[in-house]
């Protein structure tokens, strides 16, 4: 019988290529590794695992096993908490992911709200950009990720519950002495000679996108994921940026002008989780949380 704790080694092996790496990331030996991947082997009555010098490679068994198994171990999760919730033993735990901007804005008034109406819930909160975020959503690492996109993408969470939040539209950043502060707004094109100021790498992609549809190719002199940095360089003069307008929300601009950006460009914000994890009560009433905080 194949057991959850060698999924979750197996999974180890798999994301970091090795037996040492994945003893780092879980917290035991190597040899303790080994022997449960063996353990493993002999319960699936095949090889997982090749050796190719210092590295592991999955075998064709081993890749359909891991493929299997984040869906396993994240269903094995909803299960006791589930379970533990009905049986009074705790009034649950949450895993949440978020992207920094949402976690300064929606993810305060949410938890706080959810504090106030379930005390005994347990919520921790990491940060990640999608699509990373959504990558560890789908291999159990968390219970809700606080994801965007700009525009649908056929089939990119088909496989996930999708909780539309709000729509977030992006706002031009400009020096407090250039020609456009005092614009009631902006176009993309009219920024076509800047120096640029991008931002996380999945916004980065978007304003390459945008301007390109605008005709012209944006200089990014500077490039960084924190939102902080990019006001600090638009308000010392050191070029212009698009930011989304929580991440302009969540920081003050100290010699920076925000001015909209027309027509609107917008990203989706949503709240992602698993099908089995979306029947956890706990999991549920911070989905309601985060609906709620984002429709204020």
């Not at 790496?21 to 449960?36: I, K």
């Not at 008034?109 to 699509?131: D, K």
């Amino acid at each position: 019988m194949i057991e959850a704790r060698h999924l979750r080694v197996l999974r180890a092996v798999s994301t970091t290529g090795s037996f040492s790496a994945a003893a780092r990331e879980l917290g035991c030996t190597q040899p303790a590794v080994s022997q449960q991947m063996k353990a493993l082997e002999a319960s699936a009555g095949t090889t997982l695992l090749i050796r190719t010098g210092r590295e592991m490679r999955l075998t064709q068994a081993g890749e359909a096993l891991v493929r299997h198994a984040s869906g396993i171990l994240a269903g094995l999760t909803a299960a006791e908490e589930e379970v533990a919730a009905i049986a009074g033993l705790r009034a649950g735990r949450v895993r949440l992911v978020s992207f920094p901007s949402g976690s300064s804005t929606l993810v305060p008034g949410a938890l706080a709200a959810l504090r106030a109406e379930h005390p005994g819930t347990r919520v921790s909160l990491v940060e990640a950009e999608p699509p990373r975020s959504v990558d560890l959503l789908r291999e159990g690492d968390c219970d809700i990720a606080l994801a965007f996109r700009y525009g649908a993408t056929g089939g990119e969470w088909d496989d996930l519950v999708v909780r539309p939040l709000l729509t977030d539209r992006l706002i031009g950043l400009v020096p407090e002495g250039h020609r456009l502060a005092g614009a009631s707004s902006l176009s993309i094109g009219e920024l076509a000679e800047e120096s640029w100021i991008a931002g996380c790498p999945r916004c980065r992609r978007q304003l390459v996108e945008v301007c390109e549809e605008s005709g012209f190719t944006p200089r990014i002199d500077f490039a960084t994921d924190d939102y902080p940095a990019v006001m600090g360089l638009v308000g010392a003069d050191l070029g212009v940026a698009v930011l989304p307008e929580l991440a302009v929300e969540s920081v003050r601009p100290k010699g920076a002008r925000a001015v909209p950006v027309e027509p609107a460009i917008e990203r989706e914000i949503v709240a992602l989780t698993l099908p089995d994890l979306a029947r956890v009560p706990a999991v549920a009433a911070t989905l309601d949380q985060l609906s709620r905080t984002a429709a204020r």
